[in-house]
């Protein structure tokens, strides 16, 4: 790994007199060693950063940074200025300039090299120990700590015994003095016991230098006040948070921030001061006063922003208190909050490409191959084909995205390869959250592991996508595909077993398991069976009875739980009745996979629902004889339908009664909710995505 600065990247003699000019000349030191492939590209993306806001810092400091695809490695660049240049900061121009370079998904041990930088830039004597080095080789050893790291070690050794007293004498003094005084007066004052606690947390737009700045910056501040203060930085250098336990003791809370805290949800119900990344830089000690103030005057704040709507979908923690039921329910709502749009997306391009071309569209050839514009049909070919192109992805998407719930970025490559091999082995919809949870677990179980320094900087981009991915996808592809295909081919085998049986009660089994699992292995072991009946020249009229009741099964789901939402939208978040908007269309085309979100967030109520219907829906149109000869469902191949009225009956028939018993299932939950609200304290809820996802909240 090579040096993140090196006395070629030092320029103690800096003549620039402006930032654009100091940005070139350190940049091209950087060129002239290799770290930077396009100088002129490069320097965009540093006054894009620019752009955004100053990087000029008090204390006559400028910290230019970006990533860019321009950037082979992590780099730093020094220049110090004689004429001193305006990077923007409030008490001036500044004389240290460090240009910082970083590629573009970057993660590595030069990230949290550079985060130290940034907090060594708070420390006076690290910025004065620069402007008096007079050699290149003497300031490019201070940057990298070569110079500090012997002393410090020394300095350790000889006050650490001698310092122990000093710093165990507030706490010694405290309580002989509150037993010198009177009882009374100790018992009334505010803080007998422990001091006021802060939880804060930085975050700036490139994660690079601010982030940490701010951090150091409320940490000394909090020092100097008093206080116990405890900062996640939400960084390049990763994400760490906030044990769930230390958040919960914390009398107020600081956001230092010009990007969206990421899980905010979490410190809802305490007193918040809520600024950007440079104010916890230039007066961190007013922030910490103004916490306490409103900390003393009650004032609650309840950040908006949780998982609800999806702005902050990763919770692998989750609040103090959660089981594991709650947080798998957090896991499965991340990926479905991912995989949605592909729902959206797919399921209403493939809806129109019915209503334009008819089920037989879904036989057309390939548009790649076959493309006639001024045909109807190719359009509606193509409109299917992209739409089926983005159903895709759904597994892959729900599988990699619950991974990174649970073990953050490094569970994507090994939840996209789990899921894409869900597909393969025809695993559907559950084997997707299989493959998610697994690869989930796998990666959490490999970050347990304490590794040599020297493979940390790999970990995260070559050991364990590889060890996680291999893992992952010899589980799918041997452990859990060969179980799948045996159970397919035995619930075949059972069914043709049954086709002779009585009608009702095989419309009721398929019903059943039509709405199972969604499209997943059980819903197409039945779909295949009725497909199989009809794949004939002649096929039965039994056969053409049992396409029917599965085609009608089939979109019993979806209808379902769009009219739930629109009868008891209270019961839904904000993100479900917008999906039960879209779950018209698709439990309209025969798109199963649209109740998919509402099974993932619930499936202890919305899968018996959707199956009970299923049922009621899979006997009634056996009942009325209703036939089909097409293998498709939806309200285009209603022409192709005998008993086509009757039909639609019994697709409303069992809409209303999925929605009906999803809707009193929800019920019960919503009414169990008040009394352990006031059990917790009594506190009312006030609304919002917050609140109703509280009332669809599940333990599974």
């Known amino acids: 790994m090579s040096e993140l600065i090196t006395a070629d990247l030092v320029d103690l003699d800096l003549s620039a007199d402006t930032k654009e000019a100091a940005a070139r000349s350190l940049a091209e030191r950087m060129v002239a060693v290799g770290r930077v492939t396009d100088l002129d590209g490069f320097l965009a993306d540093v006054a894009a950063r620019e752009q955004q806001m100053p990087t000029g810092l008090d204390g006559g400091i400028g910290i230019p940074h970006c990533r860019s695809a321009h950037v ?12 001193r240049i305006d990077f923007g900061a409030a008490d001036g121009p500044a004389d240290l300039i460090f240009l910082i ?96 606690r802060i939880v804060a947390v930085t975050s700036c737009p490139t994660g690079i230098a601010h982030t940490y700045m701010a951090a150091e910056s409320l940490e000394n501040a909090a020092r100097e006040a008093g206080i116990e203060l405890v900062v996640e930085t939400q960084g390049s250098a990763g994400f760490d948070k906030l044990p769930a336990a230390t958040i919960a003791a914390a009398d107020a809370v600081v956001f230092a921030h010009d990007v969206e805290v990421r899980e905010k949800a979490r410190f809802a119900g305490k ?65 479905v909050s991912y995989m949605v749009p592909f729902v959206a997306a797919g399921g209403l391009l493939i809806a129109l490409a019915f209503a334009i071309g008819g089920y037989e569209i879904a036989s057309a050839k390939s548009v790649a191959d076959h493309f006639v514009w001024t045909e109807t ?112 081919e035995a619930m075949t085998d059972w069914l043709n077993g049954l086709s002779g049986a009585n009608a009702i009660g095989l419309g009721v089994l398929l019903g059943l398991m039509m709405c199972f699992d969604l499209g997943g292995p059980v819903n197409k072991v039945a779909y295949a069976f009725a497909t199989g009946g009809i794949a004939v020249s002649d096929p039965s009229t039994g ?32 993100a479900e ?38 049922a009621v829906t899979g006997a009634l149109s056996m009942a009325f004889d209703c036939t ?43 009414t169990a909710e008040p009394e352990a609200k006031g059990q917790a304290g009594g506190e009312a809820a006030t609304g919002g995505a917050t609140e109703d996802e509280s009332k669809v909240a599940v333990a599974v």
């Open 577 to 614: 009745r917008e999906n039960g908007k879209a779950a018209w269309v698709l439990g309209a085309s025969f798109i199963s996979e649209g109740a998919i979100p509402f099974a993932a967030a619930d499936p202890l109520r919305v899968i018996p629902s959707s199956m009970v219907g299923g």
């Open 72 to 83: 082979t490695e992590p780099t730093l660049a020094f220049g110090r200025s004689t004429a």
């Open 101 to 196: 370079a970083a590629p573009e998904g970057a993660d590595s041990d030069h990230l949290s090299i550079l985060s130290s930088l940034a907090r060594q830039l708070m420390n006076a004597d690290f910025t004065n120990a620069l402007r008096s080095a007079d050699q290149p080789e003497q300031a490019a050893a201070l940057i990298r700590g070569d110079e500090r790291s012997a002393p410090a070690a020394e300095d350790t050794e000889a006050e650490g015994p001698a310092a122990e007293p000093s710093t165990a004498e507030p706490s010694t003094a405290e309580p002989s003095a509150s037993s010198a005084g009177a009882s009374g007066a100790a018992q009334t004052a505010p803080e007998p016991v422990a001091p006021f």
């Open 377 to 488: 049909s190719s359009w509606a070919a193509l409109l299917f084909q992209i739409g089926g192109a983005a159903f895709t992805f759904l597994v892959p998407v729900l599988a990699g995205y619950i991974a990174y719930g649970m073990a953050d970025r490094p569970g994507l490559v090994p939840g996209f390869v789990g899921g894409y091999i869900a597909t393969t082995i025809k695993a559907g919809f559950l084997g997707g959250l299989v493959a998610g949870l697994i690869a989930g677990a796998v990666v959490m179980a490999i970050q347990r592991f304490k590794v040599p320094p020297a493979l940390r900087g790999i970990m995260p981009v070559v050991v364990i996508p590889l060890i996680s991915s291999a893992i992952v996808g010899v589980l799918m592809f041997v452990v859990i595909g060969k179980p799948i295909a045996s159970a397919q």
């Open 628 to 670: 089909l000869r097409a293998p498709h469902g939806g309200i285009f191949v209603v022409p192709l339908i005998g008993q086509p009225f009757l039909y639609l009956l019994a697709i409303v028939a069992g809409t209303v009664v999925s929605a009906g018993l999803v809707i009193f299932l929800k019920g019960l939950r919503k």
């Open 543 to 574: 056969s053409l009875k049992i396409m029917a009741a599965v085609m009608a099964a089939g979109m019993v789901p979806p209808l379902a739980m769009a009219l739930a939402t629109v009868v008891r939208g209270r019961l839904f978040t904000k």
């Open 271 to 335: 007193p918040t001061v809520d600024v950007g990344v440079k104010a916890a830089i230039n007066r961190p000690a007013e922030l910490i006063a103004e916490a306490r103030a409103k900390a003393a005057r009650g004032e609650i704040t309840a950040p908006a922003g949780g998982s609800a709507d999806g702005s902050a979908p990763m919770d692998a923690d989750g609040a103090a208190g959660d089981g594991f039921g709650t947080r798998l329910r957090k896991w499965l709502m991340t990926g």
